[in-house]
Structures are given as C-alpha cells and as structure tokens.
C-alpha cells in the first residue's frame, strides 16, 4: 500500500468485512487496517472472478476468512499464486494448514483447491512447487526471483 499510494485494492467482500470486525483472539489482522482502506480505491470481489484476462481469483479462506488466491493461464499450464492459503510444502504434502484464523476451518479445503487448480504453484512461504502428470510436487531448494527490467 506504500509503495503504490494510487493503485486500486482487489479483496474479497469476506475479507473487508472480517477486517472491520476481526477476531478478538485474533493477534495478527492490524486494527488500523479499515482507515489505511478508507482512503484507497477498494474493489470488492465475491467469489470467483476474471479480474484481468486469463487472470482469475478464487477463494481461498483458511489463513484469514476471506483469503484469495490467483491462477494465472499460461501457454504450459496454470499457475496458482497461492500466497497464504499454501505457504509450504509441508502444508501441499500434509494438507493441514499452518495458523488457520478462519472459524470454519476451510483452510484443508483451500489447499485442496489450490493443489487441484496448479500445475505451478507459488506459495507464500516456500519456492515454487511444480506438479507433474501423476500429481506429485517437487521443488528447487532456492527461490528464484528473475529480474525482468523494461
């Protein structure tokens, strides 16, 4: 949000809601959060949607209640930017989530879907996983990051 003061804001109508009245026992959603929103450009997402094309956000809700994730199509398959909703390969190969603040317990769920929709898959917290025919996910132990400057 600082570094791009005029860029609009895609969330989900789930998670601006949980923002305005988060969890009491919840430690980590800043309190601050709905006035660094009030200001801004936010666009609400319900559901899935094709925010640009061949970029579509899903729902994820697990970590946070209204958690999203993109699948961006690509020529050699779908790549799932999964952010918090599979942050390891741990929770990929475990299916069970890490710090789950969602009451409804749906973050297996999540990693289900996320696991089902990617070919690719760009978690939060790990490098990229890649799925081969049969399923099975393998990973580089460094995370690269290629620099692409126009």
Known sequence: MDLFPKAPILMSLDERDYVETPFEDDLVTPRFL?????D???????GEAEILPGVTSFPTPGHAPGHISLELATDDGPVVLAADALKTAREALSGIPDMEIDPQKR???AIQEVLRRGKVIVPGHHPTLYKDETGKLTWSDLQEMPLLIR
């Open 34 to 38: 709905p006035a660094l929103l009030s």
């Open 40 to 46: 801004r450009d936010v666009q609400l997402i319900d």
């Open 107 to 109: 973050g297996k769920a």
